[in-house]
C-alpha cells in the first residue's frame, strides 16, 4: 500500500504599513493601509482568496465528493483566519465545506505564525493554544498533529510536541538529516515516546509547487498520469509527503499554467491503481510503523537552499528586531490591553523578518517576489517605527523600557 499525504498551508501576514518615525506616538494604527497600497492586507486577501483560495477549495470539494479515496491536511494560521472573517467570509466557508467532509485534517501551529519557539517558550504554548481554540471554534476539530511555523524543527520541537500530546509532527526531508534514509516514510523522532515524523519530499513537492509553470524545465508540462507513475516506480515507499503552500493552486501557479487541471486530475491517476491511496497526516501515522530513528540536533526549516533559519534571523536587522520585540513580552503583557498585545503578537509574525532578508545569490528573487517592501532596509525601518511605537503606548502608562 502507498499513499499520498497531501499538506497544503495557509497564510497570510498582517503587514506593516508604510509607517513613519513621524506616526510614532501619533497614529498606532501599524497595518491598515489605503486598499491602493502594495501593503494593504485586505487587498492581498482579496486576491489570494480570488485567484488561489475559493477556486482550489471549490475544485478539493469535488475531489472529495467523487473520489471516496481521497484525502488532504491542512494548517491554516490564526492572522489569515481573523482576515478571512473580516473581508472574505466566502473563502472562509468553503475551506470550512471542506473540513465538514470529514476527510480534511486540520494541522496545529502558532496563532500568529512566529517563531515564539526560539524566544519565548511561554509565548508559544500561549500561541499554540489561541490557534488550538480558533480551529474548535470555527471547525470543531483539535488538532492532533503539530508543526512550527515554516516547518522549523529539531529535537526539543519534537519533545515539546510529544510531552504536548499530538501523536505526529513534520517537518522538512532535508538530505543532511535523512542521509541515506528516504522521505517516502514515516519516522519516530529522537528522545521522544510516542509521536511520529513525517518529512516533506521536497523533489516532488517542489516539482508542483516550484517547477510545474516553468517551461524550460526538463520535465515540462507536468501531467497527473506522469506524477503518478514516478511515485509507482518507487517500489518501496509506503507515503510520498507533499507539503506546500496553499497559494500554489492559482497564485504561485497560475491557474494559466494548467495547475488546476493537474490537480483535478491526480486523484484519478493515482487511485486507479490497486492498493494506492491518500491519506491525512493521522492516518499516516496509525498506518505505518516507524521505518527509523530521526536525530536532528540543529534547527532546519524548509526555506532557501540552506534550510535554516537564516531567511528569518540570518543578519543583525533580523537578529536585533526579533530580540527588542521579545524583550517587550512581560511589560506588554502586564498592561493587560488586549489592542496593544494583539499588535505586539502580530508583529512577532515570521513574515516581517523575511522581508528584512538580505540573501541575494539563490534565494534572492524568491525574497522579493514575497516582500511588499522595496528593499530589505524598507522592511526593517518599518518595523522599527512600529516598534518604537510600541515602547511609547508603555511610557504613556508609566511603563519604562
Not at 517558550?121 to 512550527?148: C, W, Y
Not at 510503523?289 to 543578519?315: C, H, M
Not at 526579533?322 to 524583550?327: D, G, H, K, P, S
Request: proline content about 3%; overall charge negative.
Amino acid at each position: 500500500m502507498k499513499s499520498i499525504v497531501l499538506y497544503l498551508h495557509v497564510h497570510q501576514p498582517y503587514r506593516i504599513r508604510h509607517y513613519s518615525v513621524f506616526d510614532t506616538g501619533y497614529d498606532h494604527n501599524y497595518f491598515n493601509a489605503h486598499y491602493e497600497d502594495q501593503t494593504s492586507n485586505e487587498r492581498i486577501l482579496h486576491k489570494v482568496a480570488e485567484k488561489s483560495y475559493i477556486p482550489t477549495n471549490h475544485r478539493l470539494l469535488q475531489l472529495l465528493d467523487e473520489n471516496p479515496g481521497f484525502k488532504l491536511s491542512l494548517s491554516i494560521t490564526g492572522t489569515v483566519l481573523d482576515q478571512l472573517e473580516a473581508w472574505s467570509p466566502e473563502a472562509l466557508q468553503s475551506f470550512k465545506d471542506l473540513v465538514a467532509t470529514g476527510r480534511v485534517e486540520i494541522v496545529a501551529e502558532t496563532y500568529h505564525h512566529s517563531l515564539a519557539f526560539f524566544y519565548s517558550r511561554s509565548e508559544f504554548e500561549a500561541q499554540v493554544a489561541m490557534h488550538r481554540e480558533k480551529v474548535q471554534k470555527l471547525f470543531g476539530q483539535t488538532p492532533q498533529v503539530f508543526r512550527n511555523t515554516e516547518l522549523s524543527y529539531n529535537n526539543d520541537i519534537a519533545y515539546w510536541a510529544d510531552k504536548a500530546g499530538y501523536k505526529g509532527i513534520i517537518t522538512e526531508g532535508w538530505d543532511t538529516v535523512l542521509g541515506w534514509r528516504s522521505p517516502n516514510y514515516v519516522y519516530r523522532p529522537a528522545h521522544t515516546d510516542n509521536i511520529r515524523l513525517l518529512m516533506k519530499n521536497y523533489k516532488l513537492s517542489d516539482d508542483i509547487a516550484f517547477r510545474f509553470g516553468d517551461r524550460n524545465w526538463a520535465e515540462w508540462p507536468l501531467t497527473a498520469d506522469k506524477f503518478a507513475h514516478w511515485l509507482s516506480s518507487d517500489q518501496n515507499a509506503t507515503n510520498f509527503d507533499l507539503f506546500m503552500d496553499y497559494e500554489t493552486f492559482g497564485e504561485h501557479q497560475w491557474s494559466e499554467s494548467g495547475i488546476f487541471g493537474f490537480l483535478e486530475h491526480l486523484p484519478k491517476e493515482w487511485l486507479k491503481t490497486e492498493g494506492n491511496t491518500f491519506m491525512t497526516i493521522s492516518e499516516a501515522i496509525d498506518a505505518y510503523e516507524p521505518k527509523d530513528i530521526i536525530d536532528v540536533p540543529q534547527t532546519i526549516t524548509w526555506a532557501d537552499t540552506e534550510r535554516d533559519l537564516s531567511a528569518w534571523l540570518g543578519n543583525s536587522l533580523q537578529q536585533q528586531s526579533i530580540i527588542a520585540l521579545y524583550e517587550l513580552e512581560e511589560k506588554i503583557l502586564g498592561t493587560n490591553d488586549g489592542s496593544l498585545i494583539e499588535d505586539w503578537r502580530r508583529l512577532q509574525t515570521s513574515d516581517h523578518f523575511y522581508y528584512m532578508c538580505t540573501k541575494w545569490w539563490n534565494d534572492g528573487d524568491i525574497h522579493a517576489y514575497f516582500s511588499p517592501y522595496d528593499s530589505p532596509y524598507d522592511a526593517y525601518i518599518n518595523f522599527m517605527n512600529a516598534y518604537h511605537d510600541l515602547r511609547y503606548r508603555l511610557a504613556e502608562r508609566g511603563i519604562l523600557v
